[in-house]
């Protein structure tokens, strides 16, 4: 198992940020919209992976929300 550093507690947050602000309750029906596999997500959530970010912009320019508060809650 791998250890939680501060940057994973962060991602795993702007996750579970994105999947609360569309009504969503689970990573995997989160992946499921995203058009990705579960395990890219967790994925993300352990290695910092710069086209995650990508994601997360055109996910809050679809959804409206804004890309500040997914990224800091």
């Known amino acids: ?3 939680k550093t501060k940057e994973t507690v962060l991602r ?3 996750v579970g940020r994105m999947t609360k602000a569309i009504g969503l309750k689970t990573q995997k029906e989160l992946s499921g919209k ?7 997500i967790t994925s993300y959530i352990a290695r910092d992976d ?22 800091t809650g």
């Open 1 to 3: 198992m791998q250890k």
């Open 12 to 14: 795993s947050k702007i």
């Open 34 to 40: 995203l058009k990705i596999t579960p395990s890219q």
């Open 50 to 71: 710069s086209t995650f970010y990508k994601r997360i912009c055109s996910f809050a320019t679809k959804h409206s929300l804004s890309i500040n508060w997914l990224l």
